[in-house]
């Protein structure tokens, strides 16, 4: 599966996507060639080579001669409903604008039709939205991925004033979305850069296994301390059997208050243990006693054995390697009619496995009385349809 991870050091934007993508090495007659069925005109798009600090990457500007900013959102999804584009591209940017249409239309308390969208109505922001999935189109994306996306701090000037940053549509748009404060002064994550990233993403994390093959740098309009470029790296979803090595650490116990050894577990995995378990074992002249065993990061095994030495009875311990294999897994979000859970995805060949996570399912059931099985099989369902 070919998929690309948008890392969002310092932002993103709509422009900031097209230069990443071109910058991957997306054909511009080709781009130009589809962008032409949106049948508008009164602009250019200008493509060039830009350095942002020590990184070289690429600057696409949408030049607009037609000054109109302040469209109503019914006014912009016809032009995309009415277009030539494929109907996947007309669907995905549909999606995208109805919405940033309906932050919006939730921020000023207007009806969906009847909202005006302001720097958001103009040429460039539509440029933005369809140029952006027409590229990952034409560059054969099956799947996008994002990192956690970083919020700018200060104030931003608007056809409504003077608002905060993030812009309360931006905000709006980013519910549910993982973010945090880089305190950079600035705005980084625009909100067309948010509609575009919140709606297409598959899930919002650490980079996914994936066998990069191209890296693209989509460079922005402002200066900050940290060069201002989004990174897209694009490569095959890595979806083989994976291998680690770690340690085992194992004890036998028979000679201390059992009462301890729920702090001892408690003690292992604050500092990083991988898994705590305990065995009932009989011992010599059949005294019953506990076997312990940790599952230890290899760089961890000596803090964890001084853990057991000053925490029980033991004056000795075994340790020995493991090799470890593993199905390549992620953790996705996904959405229910009582809120937010989470997924883990394994796959085999290809084929996902799907766990939802105990933990949100409990949190959901005890909020909503709603029996823990029935909250499992919900999320269950809602993650199958996203995997497929």
């Known amino acids: 599966m070919n998929v690309i991870y948008f890392d969002c050091f310092n932002g993103i934007s709509g422009d900031m996507i097209l230069g990443?993508?071109?910058?991957?090495g997306l054909d511009k007659e080709a781009w130009f060639k589809e962008l032409d069925k949106l049948g508008i005109s009164g602009y250019k798009?200008?493509?060039?080579p830009k350095r942002k600090g020590p990184l070289m990457g690429t600057d696409v500007d949408?030049?607009?001669?037609d000054k109109v900013t302040h469209r109503h959102a019914k006014e912009i999804l016809d032009i995309i409903s009415s277009s030539k584009l494929d109907d996947d591209i007309k669907e995905k940017s549909l999606k995208i604008l109805t919405k940033i249409a309906q932050a919006e239309s939730s921020i000023h308390n207007e009806p969906l039709e009847e909202v005006h969208l302001h720097e958001l109505g103009g040429i460039d922001t539509i440029v933005d939205v369809v140029g952006s999935v027409i590229g990952l189109k034409l560059l054969r994306v099956e799947r996008v991925y994002s990192s956690p996306l970083p919020l700018g701090e200060g104030f931003?000037?608007?056809?409504?004033?003077?608002?905060?940053?993030?812009?309360?549509?931006?905000?709006?748009?980013?519910?549910?979305?993982p973010v945090y404060s880089n305190g950079m002064k600035g705005e980084l994550v625009t909100p067309t850069g948010a509609g575009i990233i919140s709606t297409l993403a598959y899930s919002f994390g650490p980079i996914p296994p994936i066998t990069i093959e191209k890296?693209?740098?989509?460079?922005?309009?402002?200066?900050?301390a940290v060069p201002n470029m989004l990174r897209a790296i694009m490569g095959e979803l890595y979806q083989g059997k994976q291998r680690d090595t770690n340690t085992i650490i194992?004890?036998?116990?028979?000679?201390m208050n059992p009462q301890v050894y729920g702090y001892l577990?408690?003690?292992?995995?604050?500092?990083?243990?991988?898994?705590?378990?305990?065995?009932?074992?009989?011992?010599?002249?059949?005294?019953p006693a506990v076997k312990l065993t940790v599952i230890s990061p290899n760089y961890l095994v000596d803090k964890l054995i001084?853990?057991?030495?000053?925490?029980?009875?033991?004056?000795?311990?075994?340790?020995?390697?493991?090799?470890?294999?593993?199905?390549?897994?992620?953790?996705?979000?996904?959405?229910?009619?009582?809120?937010?859970?989470?997924?883990?995805?394994?796959?085999?060949n290809g084929t996902p496995k799907i766990m939802p996570e105990y933990d949100d399912c409990k949190a959901i059931a005890e909020r909503t009385g709603i029996p823990i099985q029935e909250v499992m099989k919900e999320v269950l369902s809602q993650a199958s349809k996203k995997v497929r």
Do not use: C
């Not at 890296?215 to 900050?224: L, T």
């Open 20 to 24: 990443a993508l071109f910058d991957l």
């Open 45 to 48: 798009v200008e493509i060039n």
């Open 62 to 65: 949408v030049i607009v001669e």
């Open 156 to 177: 931003i000037e608007t056809a409504h004033g003077r608002l905060p940053i993030p812009a309360p549509a931006t905000i709006e748009l980013l519910k549910g979305v």
């Open 215 to 224: 890296i693209g740098y989509g460079a922005g309009k402002k200066d900050f």
């Open 250 to 255: 194992d004890v036998n116990i028979d000679d």
């Open 265 to 287: 577990m408690d003690k292992l995995f604050e500092l990083g243990a991988l898994d705590v378990f305990f065995t009932p074992i009989y011992m010599k002249k059949s005294r």
């Open 306 to 348: 001084d853990v057991i030495f000053k925490e029980t009875t033991s004056i000795g311990v075994r340790t020995y390697q493991v090799e470890k294999v593993m199905l390549p897994r992620e953790i996705i979000e996904v959405d229910t009619p009582w809120g937010i859970a989470r997924v883990k995805i394994s796959y085999i």
